[in-house]
């Protein structure tokens, strides 16, 4: 039976290989077989004898084979170039590729190239070579392009040896204990050869393996963000290598990976400076990082950054491009563009490539923003305890910018266009506007007036995996609409003529943004009343007693302290103070360094949590007899050897975990683990909060650090804040630490 799932299997890597050999028309496919033909008949009799495949091989090209046509192989090649399609069609484009350079020794490489085709089907056949398969595909290309310069003196002889010395004379030159070994980055190239040869002498199973760099390891992913500039010159630059830690693994909840966008445990960031002319690698070291600290500085929008843009450029930028616009000059376009990417915070190529909103198929009145979060794809069954958002919004632009505008895109208008469009204002106005300045000034100003991050990166369209926050915030579009609008009461102020900023043609009707978890203070009270006459002290000897309280407990802790759910979820006895309500949380150890943080829990958080820790004490005297073993997991709750929560299972103990949670809730409030943390960062955003602190109290990074960092102001009494708002919505939703 193993032999027969193997013999299936080779089938299916044969047509697989077949279909990659032949992928084209009639008339290449033909030219390909007719290469095929060619090879197979051309190898020397030293390898003829080692491959069986050669019949089915030349069998197959001949079902193939077509007269002779006008075109050649190398127009194979050119098309597939063209097409930047050479890492799909990688097998064809290297059966297509002859030698271009004359000095070459073309029977060697002819042997070369027959024995690489005839090794690429067997280990085509075996299956699990891909890489290698690839790799020597890719390198004899190279090779007949005259790219393999320094490695063609490295080439053994093919015409003098059999298979076996081919393969021993490549293993001789990569050895590590060959005192001739040729450099690193030449082995390198010659392994492309060695290790696909050695594979088909001996007939060897592929295998696959999980590899990254030696910087970045398993188990995540990585993203290269943006290229950053100092300047519109672009002479240096920077773009960073984000590891995105995919934690937990092997998990069907989306939810259990949302803190883990935009927190990254490695970063590594890439310099390139055309100024920098010292070859000292320390002084080029210090050169970088000193761009990079420019940079990062930059996109802090730090009120001490003496290059950030001024009031007084801006509305000279201001006042320039609406006389433009009014006076319908040969720069309109220009200036409609630059006040888009004004108002948008977008840089030139984002704001050619942002979508037009238009009313009735009318000029575009505005643009779209996408808003598409994990939690927004919910079961129809939850959808009545969930509140409906939408996954776009747009904003509008004033009514003089839209006007004859068929879209967004501005065609004809280049970088350098806007370039020198500004160094008009520049020489007139005595100012230093930059393509960057404008694009960054709405991060700059929202920034000084201390918006929230995460409505600064839900206006200037930034990706989501980039601010944690936004993945728990739900809003209407009317509080991003307040604040654009504030922006462009503002940059009004600046305008000769205020009114035209603020006068659009639409206005964006009311509408739920982001997570749908903000759950209504109606359904909350109805989870709490249904729970609390569960609670009755009459029950308590039962098991599914100690799951309620255990459950009605959790869910006033979870909204009280934005805990996320994790293995011993609201962590022990100890890392609390009932007297003080100091409450350690330690949730989240994927990062680099302490991560921990500490909260005031509610007052009536407290009360609830001392309720359910004398049922605890007064679970240790009943079981002590009867049931020691379980008796015992409550002492050891209550001592701080294990953590807070367990449940109850036909007896048994099982541990808080966030499967087991989802188990014993599932009857009650169905939603996923961490639905409070959206719950309570909505709503304190709701309440006018200080972003900061509700950073903190979550334990979301701000500004690529953790809130209670070394340079951190924030103090006790901003926790109290928090704890007194939440304190008030607990009660508010009928939570009580009296039962009947």
């Known amino acids: 039976m193993l032999e027969g799932v193997k013999e299936r299997f080779k089938h299916k890597n044969i047509e697989r290989f077949l279909r990659k050999l032949f992928p084209f028309d009639e008339s290449h496919n033909a030219l390909i077989a007719t290469e095929v033909i060619r090879l197979c008949a051309i190898i020397r009799e030293e390898y003829r004898g080692e491959f069986s495949e050669i019949p089915f091989l030349v069998s197959e090209a001949k079902k193939v084979q077509r007269p002779p046509a006008s075109a050649s192989l190398h127009d194979i090649v050119i098309s597939i170039s063209n097409s930047k399609k050479l890492g799909v069609h990688y097998l064809p484009a290297f059966l297509s590729s002859n030698l271009l350079l004359t000095s070459y020794d073309h029977n060697k490489f002819d042997q070369y190239k027959a024995l690489t085709f005839l090794s690429v089907a067997r280990l085509s056949f075996i299956g699990t070579h891909q890489s290698k398969v690839e790799a020597i595909c890719h390198d004899v290309r190279l090779f007949a392009n005259g790219k393999r310069e320094t490695m063609a003196a490295y080439l053994p002889d093919i015409q003098q040896l059999n298979f076996h010395q081919l393969v021993e004379a490549f293993q001789t030159l990569v050895d590590e204990d060959n005192e001739d070994r040729p450099p690193k980055q030449m082995v390198d190239k010659l392994n492309h050869y060695r290790r696909p040869y050695e594979s088909t002498l001996n007939y060897s199973d592929g295998y696959t393996r999980n590899a990254t760099g030696s910087e970045f390891k398993k188990s995540g992913r990585l993203e290269r963000g943006e290229l950053k500039t ?88 201001v006042r320039y491009c609406t006389h433009q616009i009014s006076t319908k000059s040969e720069t309109l376009t220009e200036a409609k563009l630059l006040l888009v990417m004004l108002f948008s915070g977008s840089t030139c190529s984002q704001a050619k490539k942002l979508k037009s909103k238009r009313i009735s198929g009318r000029t575009p009145v505005g643009f779209c923003r996408k808003h598409k979060l994990p939690s927004q794809k919910q079961r129809a069954e939850l959808l009545s305890l969930l509140t409906k958002t939408t996954e776009e919004f747009w904003l509008p632009l004033p009514q003089f910018v839209c006007q004859k505008l068929n879209s967004l895109t501005f065609n004809g208008v280049e970088e350098a266009q806007l370039k020198e469009f500004l160094s008009h204002i520049n020489k007139h106005h005595g100012t230093y506007l930059t393509l960057r300045k404008i694009s960054s000034y ?48 503002f940059l ?50 039962d098991e599914s007693f100690h799951n309620d309280i255990t459950i009605y407990t959790q869910l006033v802790l979870a909204i009280a302290s934005g805990y996320r759910p994790v293995t011993g979820w ?70 701080g050897e294990t953590h807070l929560f367990f449940y109850l299972r036909e007896g048994h103990y099982e541990p808080c975990t966030p499967s087991n949670y989802a188990f014993f809730i599932d009857s009650i409030f169905p939603l996923q683990a961490n639905w409070a943390r959206h719950h309570v960062r909505s709503l304190l955003t709701q309440k006018g909060v200080d972003p900061s602190v509700i950073n903190a109290w979550m334990g979301h990074m701000n500004q690529s650090k953790r809130s209670f960092h070394e340079f951190s102001t924030l103090t006790r009494k901003h926790m109290v804040t928090v704890s007194n708002i939440l304190n008030e919505h607990l009660l508010d939703i009928g939570v009580e630490a009296k039962y009947d």
Request: charged fraction near 25%; proline fraction near 4%.
């Open 492 to 541: 009004s102020r600046l305008a000769l003529d205020p009114s035209a900023l603020t006068l659009f043609d639409e206005i964006p009707s009311s509408s739920s943004l982001g997570s749908p978890l903000f759950i209504e203070a109606d359904v909350l009270s109805s989870l709490f009343s249904y729970l609390k006459p569960k609670l009755n002290s009459k029950r308590q000897k």
């Open 442 to 489: 709405l991060r700059q100003k929202l920034s000084h007036d201390n918006v929230d991050s995460t409505i600064i990166a839900l206006l200037a369209g930034e990706p989501i995996n980039t601010t944690p926050a936004v993945f728990y915030l739900h809003l209407s579009n009317e509080y991003l609409l307040e604040t654009y609008n504030r922006y462009l009461d």
């Open 230 to 317: 100092l300047d519109d010159d672009g002479e240096d630059g920077l773009f960073e290598l984000t590891q995105f830690n995919e934690r937990p693994k092997s998990t069907n909840h989306s939810w259990q990976k949302e803190d883990h966008h935009g927190e990254s445990s490695r970063s590594t960031s890439i310099v390139s400076s055309y100024t920098h002319t010292q070859p000292d690698y320390a002084a080029g070291a210090l050169h970088a990082r000193a761009i990079q600290a420019r940079i990062e500085k930059k996109d802090m929008s730090l009120a001490c950054d003496i290059d950030s843009a001024t009031t007084y450029e801006i509305g000279a930028l």
């Open 570 to 639: 609201f962590g022990k006895i100890t890392h609390l103070s009932m007297q003080t309500g100091d409450y350690w949380i330690s949730d989240k150890e994927s990062g680099i360094g302490d991560n921990s943080r500490i909260i005031k829990l509610p007052e009536i958080a407290i009360k609830i949590l001392d309720y359910y820790l004398s049922y605890c004490k007064r679970r240790v005297l009943q079981l002590a007899n009867t049931q020691p073993e379980l008796s015992l997991e409550y002492k050891r709750l209550l001592t």
